[in-house]
């Protein structure tokens, strides 16, 4: 079976082509032209042959499925169903503000913390996402923009407020903010990536430690009135 591209992380990808005695420069070129230049076709310039043959035959490039696109007239908020290739389906949302976008990513199939205001936690639990799906969802709504609003394709903020506890799925939801983060890649800022999380405190010690840069908004809700939620 393959190994996703959009599961490694820049270190993980050298890690590969070293382990494989292949030149590690193809690390910089593919990471800038699938992520940098959003390019959905296989790269071939500036690689050795060598390389292309391993990448041909080890290495998967394909992204979830859109499934389906609502938009909506008032605000021009779309929301994409994305199919995964067992046939979950998870949303993602683009959030337009001051001719930029906010995308909002999932991170689970369903969730585990079943909140008693969020529909997603009444579902369960199906499974966690892989990192190439959470990336996946911000590529394929990328060069979704490229194609049908042509020169709005800007998404500078992204918040993990979609399906899913973000930080329950720690590992997928770090190595996607380490390749968002990649100056080889998106180069998206630290600043510009929120994770939201209903308080899963094994998550909240790995993010102090591992990706404190990254903000964090906490939902909060009360325990006297069930109506009373705020996020801060």
Avoid at 163 to 189: M, R, W, Y
Wanted: aromatic share 10%; charged share 20%; with cysteine.
């Amino acid at each position: 079976m393959k190994q996703s591209f959009y599961d490694l992380n820049y270190a993980d990808l050298e890690m590969l082509l070293q382990q494989n005695t292949l030149n590690h420069s193809a690390a910089s070129v593919l990471f800038n032209w699938h992520y940098k230049k959003k390019e959905n076709t296989p790269c071939t310039d500036k690689i050795a042959k060598g390389s292309l043959v391993f990448f041909q035959d080890n290495i998967d490039f394909s992204l979830p499925e859109i499934d389906t696109v609502q938009e909506s007239t008032k605000d021009r908020t779309v929301k994409f169903l994305f199919k995964l290739k067992d046939h979950y389906k998870v949303e993602t949302v683009l959030i337009p503000f001051h001719n930029k976008y906010s995308i909002c990513l999932s991170s689970q199939v369903g969730c585990a913390m079943n909140c008693s205001f969020c529909f997603t936690g009444k579902q369960g639990l199906k499974r966690n996402l892989t990192t190439s799906e959470i990336v996946g969802q911000f590529l394929q709504a990328w060069r979704w923009l490229a194609t049908n609003r042509s020169g709005e394709e800007r998404i500078l903020n992204i918040v993990f407020m979609g399906q899913g506890e973000p930080l329950h799925n720690f590992d997928a939801v770090k190595k996607a903010c380490e390749i968002f983060l990649s100056q080889h890649g998106t180069s998206i800022g630290v600043q510009k990536i929120t994770i939201s999380t209903a308080g899963y405190i094994p998550g909240l010690a790995r993010w102090s430690q591992e990706i404190p840069g990254v903000n964090l908004a906490l939902s909060l809700h009360s325990i006297v009135d069930p109506e009373i939620r705020t996020i801060v």
